[in-house]
């Protein structure tokens, strides 16, 4: 996993924020698809062991993503949770009834630098936000839980999709009434592309999914494909082609199409052979750009909404925890599926 020293916004390892999360998430599914290691297990359990002190620190959506990885770390061994249980299920109160909210009900994207962006919607929030919500319920039976990261689901499809594409807009200013910059920028939609399959699997046993949900995510990866470049990539600003081609989102709009091949979200069998085909693209893609030491290159900085298309073209391309988290969930979820 890329790391860096705490000073390092970009890369380190050591916040309890959303950075450090995915790449926790996806650690935990290597574990899983290699058959269980005690090197990975160990150094999940420490990892949480060290910063739980920072749990709390902040309540906001981004430094949610770290609870994911826990709540999944607590599935496979449950003797753990007398000791981490009370800190999940506090968490999981406070998203259900202190979380803001926008007007239409979706999570409000809130941050752990001291930032605010009222009435704002942004599509990162399903993964890192909305996943937590579904494993708690999963893991619980909760059945509220399971509703609430549904609705999140449809709010988001709902508000972020851009009809004409398919494809989603990074977010949504509700003090506006508008799409911001209106990119349809690559990582926004491989937040959704993997979240929404993740989610509805988690849930599917505990509430009810209205068909909207298969039928707007249907749309969404009909105009993925459409945009997949013929060397398998996504350009950052997806319909723009001039400007850079970005492997995170690559990588996590392939993970996307996997698992909702996997889960069967997709019904259409000549969708899902254009599913597969995409996936084996993009991986290859993914793969040229991980060196001999494992860091993926071609990953774009940490993101907000830009104030405009052109500047989604001007952000730093670093290694990053989430850009080797998107690879090697990819990875991780081609290796199951053997």
Same mark, same amino acid.
């Given at each position: 996993?890329?790391?860096?020293p705490e000073?390092?916004?970009?890369?380190?390892?050591?916040?309890?924020?959303?950075?450090?999360?995915v790449g926790?998430?996806a650690?935990?599914?290597y574990?899983?698809?290699?058959?269980?290691?005690e090197?990975?297990?160990?150094y999940?359990?420490?990892?949480?062991?060290?910063n739980r002190h920072?749990?709390?620190?902040?309540?906001?959506?981004?430094?949610?993503a770290?609870?994911?990885?826990?709540t999944?770390?607590?599935?496979?061994?449950?003797?753990?949770?007398?000791?981490?249980?009370p800190? $999940?299920? &506090?968490?999981?109160?406070?998203?259900?009834?202190? %979380?803001?909210r926008?007007? #239409?009900? @979706?999570?409000?994207? =809130?941050?752990t630098?001291?930032?605010?962006?009222?009435?704002q919607?942004?599509?990162?929030?399903?993964?890192?936000g909305?996943?937590?919500?579904?494993?708690?319920a999963?893991?619980t039976?909760?059945?509220a839980?399971?509703?609430?990261?549904?609705?999140?689901?449809?709010?988001?499809l709902?508000?972020?999709?851009?009809?004409?594409?398919?494809?989603?807009?990074?977010?949504f200013?509700?003090?506006?009434?508008?799409?911001?910059?209106?990119?349809?920028?690559?990582r926004?939609?491989?937040?959704?592309?993997?979240? $929404?399959? &993740?989610?509805?699997?988690?849930?599917k046993h505990? %509430?009810?999914?209205?068909? #909207?949900? @298969?039928?707007?995510? =249907?749309?969404?990866?009909?105009?993925?494909?459409?945009?997949?470049?013929?060397n398998?990539?996504w350009?950052?600003?997806?319909?723009?082609?001039?400007?850079?081609l970005?492997t995170?989102?690559?990588a996590?709009?392939?993970?996307?199409?996997a698992?909702?091949?996997?889960?069967?979200l997709i019904?259409?069998?000549?969708?899902?052979?254009e599913?597969?085909?995409?996936?084996?693209?993009?991986?290859?893609?993914?793969?040229?750009?991980?060196?001999?030491?494992g860091?993926?290159?071609?990953?774009?900085?940490g993101?907000?909404v830009?104030?405009?298309?052109?500047?989604?073209?001007?952000?730093?391309?670093t290694?990053?925890?989430?850009g080797?988290?998107?690879?090697?969930?990819l990875?991780?979820?081609?290796?199951?599926?053997?």
């Amino acid at each position: 996993m890329v790391t860096a020293p705490e000073s390092d916004w970009q890369r380190n390892m050591y916040n309890w924020d959303w950075k450090p999360g995915v790449g926790l998430i996806a650690a935990v599914k290597y574990g899983e698809a290699i058959g269980g290691s005690e090197a990975v297990r160990d150094y999940l359990w420490r990892w949480m062991r060290d910063n739980r002190h920072k749990a709390a620190a902040q309540r906001v959506i981004n430094s949610t993503a770290p609870f994911a990885a826990l709540t999944e770390m607590l599935r496979s061994e449950p003797f753990a949770a007398a000791e981490w249980m009370p800190l $999940v299920r &506090e968490h999981g109160e406070w998203l259900m009834h202190e %979380a803001p909210r926008t007007k #239409e009900g @979706g999570f409000e994207h =809130t941050v752990t630098e001291g930032v605010d962006f009222p009435e704002q919607l942004w599509a990162d929030t399903l993964v890192v936000g909305a996943l937590f919500l579904a494993r708690l319920a999963s893991l619980t039976g909760d059945k509220a839980m399971a509703q609430e990261a549904v609705k999140q689901v449809v709010v988001h499809l709902q508000i972020l999709q851009d009809e004409a594409t398919g494809v989603l807009f990074h977010g949504f200013d509700g003090l506006h009434r508008s799409h911001m910059s209106a990119a349809r920028w690559g990582r926004a939609n491989a937040w959704v592309a993997f979240g $929404v399959p &993740e989610i509805i699997a988690e849930v599917k046993h505990l %509430a009810d999914i209205p068909p #909207e949900v @298969g039928e707007r995510y =249907t749309a969404l990866v009909q105009g993925l494909v459409r945009l997949q470049t013929a060397n398998g990539m996504w350009h950052t600003v997806m319909d723009r082609p001039d400007f850079y081609l970005e492997t995170s989102a690559t990588a996590g709009i392939a993970y996307g199409f996997a698992v909702a091949l996997r889960s069967g979200l997709i019904a259409d069998a000549g969708l899902q052979a254009e599913l597969r085909e995409a996936v084996r693209k993009a991986a290859d893609a993914v793969m040229i750009h991980v060196d001999v030491y494992g860091a993926v290159h071609g990953v774009s900085g940490g993101t907000p909404v830009m104030p405009t298309v052109e500047a989604y073209n001007e952000v730093k391309i670093t290694p990053t925890p989430y850009g080797q988290a998107l690879a090697l969930l990819l990875i991780s979820e081609l290796l199951q599926q053997q």
